[in-house]
């Protein structure tokens, strides 16, 4: 499972039960972190998930800021909660290239499925790079 954190909306993806291609799955709009934390509990839980990917905001210059401090408490929380393994990846201009993928949809229609689009960009990067031996650009 890939996601794409923020604070009122964090995108969901899956990848195929090879670990090969990602997909986009929804995005949940959430009011509280207890609530966002629950809601993907539940969906990992009923998707049967092996590890989650979690996007890490960086900076262009790779500093952190309050947005990756919130994404590396959320990975420790889903770590203390679901004991899954959860890992941080940079996910740097993954909103862009969901942008560039959508560009083709009305603006409102965009809107609605950007952050679950970046979530699969992010899961796919992770996949991409422990398909070629890496690491998986582990944080």
Do not use: C, W
């Not at 964090?10 to 966002?36: F, I, N």
């Amino acid at each position: 499972m890939g996601l794409d954190p923020g604070e009122r909306r964090t995108g969901v993806a899956l990848s195929d039960a090879e670990g090969r291609l990602a997909s986009p799955l929804l995005v949940l709009t959430h009011s509280s972190r207890e609530k966002a934390l629950a809601a993907i509990a539940e969906l990992a839980n009923r998707h049967k998930v092996q590890s989650i990917v979690v996007g890490l905001p960086k900076n262009m210059d790779g500093t952190e800021g309050p947005q990756a401090a919130r994404a590396r408490r959320l990975a420790q929380r889903l770590r203390e909660r679901l004991g899954l393994e959860v890992v941080l990846v940079d996910e740097r201009l993954s909103t862009f290239a969901a942008e560039e993928a959508l560009a083709h949809l009305r603006p409102a229609r965009r809107r609605e499925r950007l952050d679950a689009a970046a979530a699969a960009i992010i899961l796919q990067g992770y996949l991409d790079t422990l398909a070629a031996g890496g690491s998986g650009a582990r944080q």
